[in-house]
């Protein structure tokens, strides 16, 4: 006796299901299980390179140490301020960037808050040493790629309260901080103070958008202003006058002028946009602008 033998059909559409997301206008989301790392991602976490997750892999202790994939992981700012020169003669100096061990330090809080924890990228390589985007030189827009040495962030070692870390009697790191800071050695400090792994924003060292200042930047930053007619998106300064125009600027929110979503741009005059950056108004033609801008509010009874 013989039987043939059919493969079976499953019917995996629910046209009810189908209705009531129409009826809700609400938007579908494709489901993708994240499973586990594979060898390559693996290997990529593990080196300078990094690997890109979401913010969802993101594990975060009650010491607010991260891990993603039992991997210490450590977070940093890859486009920074800081000029070629800076990174290559003083990394660890004063003003400039840090990495970070903890995902809720006050640094990262008041980042967050700012909306720019994508700024951050991670890297499981505890060699003490980050690829980075760096100024060519002091204001230039230009950037060069760097691999420099960083200090640690004291309030992640406040945070941590790391070998006696804390404040002083006025509220600034206390000289156990600056002990453990110049001191701090990262695979000393997996190995011997916390068993715990780390993790990830978004972009990884190979991901992250390339920060220049684009042909397309222009085009969307003139449409931006003209849709808000001139106006600073926060304060409402009119600066529509030609002899104004100069002084509204197009803010990236979360720190990279290389990624030109409409929704990452923010139209600010240069006070609120020097309120992002105190760097911005550091040159004298700048601070002359956000003094003029000043008294252009005051004279539309805005407040400052």
């Known amino acids: 006796m013989f039987f043939k033998k059919e493969k079976m059909k499953l019917n995996n559409t629910f046209p009810e299901i189908d209705i009531l997301i129409q009826k809700m206008r609400a938007t579908e989301i494709r489901w993708k299980s994240s ?3 594979t060898n390559l991602q693996l290997q990529k976490l593990s080196s300078i390179e990094g ?3 979401t913010l969802e892999d993101i594990e975060m202790d009650e010491h607010g140490l991260m891990y993603i994939d039992g991997q210490p992981v450590i977070l940093f700012i890859k486009d920074t301020w800081n000029t070629v020169d800076m990174l290559n003669h003083d990394p660890k100096g004063r003003n400039r960037i840090r990495f970070h061990v903890t995902g809720d ?4 809080e008041t980042m967050k808050k700012k909306k720019r924890y994508d700024r951050y990228t991670f890297t499981a390589n505890q060699g003490g040493k980050f690829l980075l985007f760096a100024r060519k ?3 230039s827009n230009q950037k060069v790629k760097v691999t420099a040495e960083l200090a640690i962030c004291m309030n992640c070692l406040i945070r941590l309260k790391y ?3 804390g404040h002083d009697g006025v509220g600034k790191p206390n000289k156990e901080t600056r002990v453990a800071k110049e001191k701090f050695n990262i695979k000393n400090f997996f190995e011997n103070f916390v068993q715990t792994l780390i993790s990830k924003p978004k972009y990884s060292e190979i991901s992250y958008p390339e920060p220049e200042y684009t042909a397309e930047f222009e085009m969307i930053k003139n449409k931006l202003k003209s849709a808000w007619k001139y106006k600073c998106s926060k304060c409402k300064v009119d600066l529509s006058l030609l002899s104004y125009k100069h002084m509204l600027h197009c803010h990236h929110i979360d720190g990279n002028p290389g990624n030109n ?7 600010l005059c240069i006070c609120c946009h020097a309120a992002q950056g105190y760097h911005l108004i550091k040159p004298k033609k700048m601070r002359e602008q956000y003094e003029k801008c000043k008294e252009i509010k005051l004279s539309q009874n805005i407040m400052i």
Request: glycine residues 8%.
């Open 105 to 108: 330090c006050t640094t990262m």
């Open 35 to 37: 499973g586990r790392l």
């Open 51 to 53: 690997l890109e997750r």
């Open 163 to 165: 070998k006696g870390s």
């Open 137 to 139: 030189e002091k204001y």
């Open 261 to 267: 979503n409409e929704h990452n741009l923010e139209v």
